[in-house]
């Protein structure tokens, strides 16, 4: 049974969905840009029943209500190890894609002992170029506008492999839906964040527990290159590329998502 709930963490009224067992191990799912908690759904499902199961939405996403005027990664880090607090969640295994990878290598940066296991998913731990920023001030420009109907059409296009666009219509559609139900000036304040963010690729030789790394291999947002040098600079990491999948290898291919998944718990944590 998959549950939708919501807790208090830092003056947010955070929304969550929890599944499996109570009693289980705890994984995190944190999602990416500009998505929500219910991305999640097929790897909940197919996660078997020994663990307790989390996904929830980042600060200013979803149902989660936005807070303070302006988002950084560092905070939406920060929000993580509050929301293991509240629910009494000492140490978890996470699955961050994208955004939600770049959040869960910024609060292990800070406090790696919460953390028993991280799966790494079409995400990256540089920080944005020169002209990476210079983009996504042009995108908040012609959101500001616009609004996000041009911004969701034209994402999809990046979002997604070729044929996934053509033969993945349920997962494009729910993606285009998320998209066009966000507050525009949530999605604002989040590009600013992912422009300001600092690097964790420094960091990335000091982590010391069992990580996977998944990526799309048609990704043209985090390609498997970007996925490659991850897994050379964290010892005993392991890679995977998941075909036939773009930027969201998770909705694109779940099948083979969810086996390289369960494969990894299995091995670490059984």
Request: overall charge negative.
């Amino acid at each position: 049974m998959l549950e939708e709930k919501n807790i208090r963490v830092n003056d947010l009224q955070v929304s969550y969905l929890e599944g499996g067992s109570s009693t289980g191990f705890p994984i995190i799912f944190i999602h990416g840009f500009p998505f929500n908690k219910w991305m999640w759904e097929k790897q909940v499902h197919a996660i078997k029943e020994n663990y307790r199961l989390i996904a929830y939405d980042v600060r200013g996403h979803g149902e989660t209500e936005a807070g303070s005027p302006a988002f950084s990664i560092s905070q939406f880090g920060d929000d993580l190890i509050s929301l293991m607090d509240e629910l009494h969640i000492e140490k978890a295994i996470v699955v961050g894609l994208s955004m939600g990878g770049y959040i869960a290598l910024n609060a292990i940066k800070k406090n790696q002992d919460r953390f028993a296991g991280l799966i790494l998913c079409d995400t990256q731990c540089g920080a944005d170029t020169a002209e990476g920023k210079e983009k996504r001030k042009k995108t908040i420009d012609f959101i500001q506008r616009n609004g996000l109907t041009v911004y969701a059409q034209e994402s999809l296009k990046n979002l997604f492999a070729p044929a996934s666009l053509e033969r993945k219509m349920n997962e494009v559609l729910f993606i285009e839906e998320t998209i066009l139900k966000s507050k525009p000036e949530n999605i604002c304040l989040t590009l600013q964040a992912l422009a300001d963010r600092n690097e964790t690729c420094s960091s990335l030789s000091k982590i010391k527990i069992p990580v996977a790394i998944l990526v799309g291999q048609e990704d043209k947002v985090t390609t498997p290159e970007t996925a490659e040098k991850m897994h050379r600079a964290i010892k005993g990491s392991t890679l995977h590329i998941i075909e036939e999948a773009g930027h969201l290898s998770n909705l694109e291919n779940p099948e083979m998502f969810n086996e390289h998944l369960l494969e990894f718990l299995d091995s670490n944590f059984r």
